[in-house]
């Protein structure tokens, strides 16, 4: 396949980028270009899709939601990633911000504990060429192919495209030990605090980024891993669904 800008809705995304990122302070140039790229619109259910790229979130099905655009902008920026890096991901939901972080990290792994919603973000994303090696324990693998460039797209040429995405029907409480330890790990549901599990699959100087709170009273932190314990900054007030326990 080519470059997922040669879908019909590159220039939304551009406006989007434009009004609802930049224009609230997002700088990260590789930040923007994986917002740029990613065809959210595939990552929505088919009656929903004319809002894809509007300022909010939107339901996937099973009572949860793909975050608004800036939201996962803004997460993924403070968890400042490099192309070696290795991310952690609690709740794939739809896949969309699985599909960014691939783009700007060596190995994205996300944890779902809703079934149904892994599987449909595991054919999503195969089918937009990630490579996506799934632990489902249900489902057969889907195929992996390799992402091709968008020739002519020089301002996204930097992006990587080549980041592996690990899927996994699990608890994104435990957290996901084979392969830690893990330079950023992201939170895209709300538990009442932070997991310590979780901090401890973090790598020195490693940084966590995620909700945290009961809704209603829900604040994005980012703590970093340091010699001296965890060091913690409030980013925003924030509205997820909460972190829920076990598997479905
Ligand atoms: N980033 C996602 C957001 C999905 S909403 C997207 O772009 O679509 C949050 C997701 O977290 C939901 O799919 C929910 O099922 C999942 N979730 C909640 N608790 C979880 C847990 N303990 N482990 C793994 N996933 C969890």
Redesign the pocket.
């Known amino acids: 396949m080519s470059g997922f800008r040669n879908d019909n809705r590159w220039h939304e995304r551009d406006l989007m980028v434009a009004t609802q990122i930049e224009a609230r302070g997002i700088r990260s140039p590789t930040v923007l270009a994986a917002m740029r790229e990613v065809p959210r619109h595939l990552?929505v259910p088919p009656g929903l899709q004319k809002d894809a790229y509007c300022d909010y979130p939107l339901p996937?099905g099973?009572?949860?939601?793909?975050?608004q655009p800036f939201i996962?902008a803004a997460m993924v920026e403070a968890l400042m990633l490099q192309p070696t890096h290795r991310v952690l991901?609690?709740?794939?939901?739809?896949?969309?911000?699985?599909a960014v972080l691939a783009l700007l990290a060596q190995e994205v792994y996300s944890?779902?504990?809703?079934s149904r919603?892994a599987a449909r973000?595991a054919s999503t994303l195969a089918s937009l060429g990630f490579l996506v090696e799934e632990s489902l324990a249900e489902h057969a693998s889907a195929p992996a192919h390799q992402l091709s460039g968008s020739e002519g797209n020089t301002h996204t040429d930097f992006l990587n495209r080549s980041g592996h995405i690990h899927l996994l029907v699990?608890?994104?409480?435990l957290g996901w030990p084979e392969h830690a330890p893990f330079d950023a790990i992201?939170m895209?549901?709300a538990?009442p605090e932070i997991p310590r599990v979780l901090y401890e699959q973090l790598a020195p100087g490693g940084r966590l980024v995620g909700p945290v709170g009961r809704f209603g009273s829900q604040i994005l932190l980012r703590l970093i891993r340091t010699p001296e314990g965890p060091d913690f900054e409030a980013l925003m007030d924030v509205a997820?669904?909460?972190?829920?326990?076990?598997?479905?």
């Not at 991901?89 to 699985?98: A, H, K, N, R």
């Not at 699990?170 to 409480?173: A, E, Q, R, S, V």
């Not at 997820?240 to 479905?248: L, S």
Request: charged content about 15%; glycine content about 16%; overall charge negative.
């Open positions: 990552f996937i099973e009572g949860q939601t793909i975050s996962v991901e609690i709740g794939t939901g739809s896949g969309y911000q699985t944890i779902e504990r809703i919603l973000a699990g608890d994104g409480y992201i895209s549901a538990p997820f669904v909460p972190m829920v326990r076990g598997v479905e």
